[in-house]
């Protein structure tokens, strides 16, 4: 079963775990923390750790919300976690026509993170984020279509968002990337406009 994984040290080995988020990077993460858990906790058995993994929930890290369209929510922001929303993508995303909404922080490297979706995103709507921190929308939309992105930028998130809602536009695929900040605003516009 390829949602399944195994943790294994000297010592102990731990088949059958699972993940309620998706992505090879994730379970690296879960091994992490199991490795450091049984340092902090050496009574720890096997099956509390199964079970605390698979009710495990990280809001904002591949959040997969379902709609017309669905919403991917992920809060990569550098070129190592772009790269990993790519792989999520080409493996659980095949042939869906992707409509993003990204917003960066200008101490990142925004070329080499939105390189990494050049072949999987179809258009991208570019936002500023609220942070003085944020790349202005205009500035982001630049290095978008020097990546060769079909982008344009969006006066206001309010306006990204209901286009990403938007059921006649084309897209079978809403993606929020590109911030912690980002991920927020989206859920938090999401439940004032009451999708569920």
């Not at 490297?109 to 979706?117: N, R």
């Not at 072949?119 to 990546?147: G, H, T, W």
Request: with cysteine; proline share 4%; aromatic share 6%.
């Amino acid at each position: 079963n390829e949602s399944e994984f195994a943790y294994q040290e000297s010592g102990i080995a731990i088949p059958s775990l699972t993940l309620n988020t998706s992505g090879k990077h994730q379970r690296d993460n879960a091994a992490a923390a199991i490795c450091a858990a049984r340092r902090l906790y050496p009574t720890l058995d096997s099956d509390a750790i199964r079970s605390r993994l698979s009710n495990c929930t990280v809001a904002g890290r591949q959040q997969l919300l379902p709609g017309s369209p669905d919403i991917l929510l992920d809060v990569a922001h550098n070129p190592v976690s772009f790269r990993a929303l790519a792989e999520t993508l080409r493996s659980g995303c095949p042939n869906r026509r992707i409509l993003a909404v990204i917003g960066m922080m200008k101490d990142k490297d925004a070329t080499a993170s939105l390189h990494e979706l050049r072949s999987l995103v179809n258009e991208i709507i570019v936002v500023k984020v609220n942070s003085p921190r944020s790349f202005a929308a205009k500035d982001l939309c630049e290095i978008a279509q020097s990546v060769g992105f079909n982008a344009r930028c969006a006066d206001s998130l309010d306006t990204a968002f209901a286009l990403l809602h938007n059921s006649q536009g084309g897209h079978d695929l809403g993606l929020v990337a590109g911030s912690f900040y980002l991920a927020g605003d989206y859920l938090t516009w999401r439940r004032c406009a009451g999708i569920a």
